[in-house]
């Protein structure tokens, strides 16, 4: 059911705070449209790279006010093979190694904000009930599990693909990563949060979240 709510002419608001330590969670902006396949269109918001000291996502944090980040994105858009440039006009395709530094945080955030997570995570995780709450605002019901990165791996499309691609090459592969998928009453993805300890990893704490909110507000996101 959630496959096929994906499945839509329309777009979603995405919010992506994402964390590899330090001191300081990323937090980015955009649209994207999804399939029911776990295929996508991303479009960045050039600029709007900012810092939080904290994120709801964070353990015992609120969100706190955000500050502009050192680096900001280009605001490209991204496929399932390649990211374009903000005009549209030029394009690299994925582990080509061509990407222009302006846009390698573009490239980054494409990695993360993919609708092949939740499908993914959908196909392969042990996710349980865990009941019902709010998550951005609207009613919805919490999902919990966990999956290895190998296993989400076969899924995977796109950059999404590339970077669980990336930890497969470090010998990550049967490290497990926890998982919360948040489904509202449409069975729409509210909230998408990943997280890979390190007592998995034997690296930082790392983790990511991507809310989806303003379903049905705009058209479909499309590649230039």
């Not at 995405?14 to 295929?39: F, H, I, K």
């Not at 269109?41 to 500050?67: N, Q, R, W």
């Not at 605001?75 to 399932?80: I, L, R, V």
């Amino acid at each position: 059911m959630v496959a096929k709510a994906l499945d839509s002419s329309t777009s979603a608001h995405w919010q992506l705070d994402s964390y590899e330590g330090g001191d300081m969670v990323a937090v980015d902006t955009g649209r994207l449209s999804c399939s029911a396949d776990g295929s996508g269109v991303y479009s960045i918001d050039g600029g709007e790279s900012k810092l939080s000291a904290t994120s709801e996502f964070s353990p015992g944090g609120s969100a706190e006010e955000t500050m502009p980040a050192d680096i900001q994105a280009a605001g490209g858009t991204a496929t399932d093979e390649e990211l374009f440039s903000a005009e549209g006009d030029e394009s690299w395709e994925i582990d080509s190694g061509e990407t222009p530094t302006d846009y390698r945080i573009d490239e980054t955030i494409a990695r993360q904000v993919n609708c092949s997570h939740i499908t993914a995570a959908l196909a392969e995780a042990e996710l349980e009930y865990d009941g019902t709450g709010e998550a951005a605002g609207v009613p919805a019901d919490r999902w919990r599990g966990e999956a290895t990165v190998s296993t989400l791996a076969e899924h995977a499309k796109g950059f999404a693909a590339q970077d669980y691609g990336q930890l497969t090459d470090m010998d990550l592969g049967k490290a497990r990563l926890e998982i919360e998928l948040w489904i509202d009453a449409e069975n729409r993805p509210v909230v998408y949060y990943q997280h890979l300890s390190p007592q998995q990893s034997g690296l930082q704490d790392r983790w990511f979240a991507m809310t989806l909110t303003e379903w049905d507000e705009a058209e479909e996101v499309t590649a230039p």
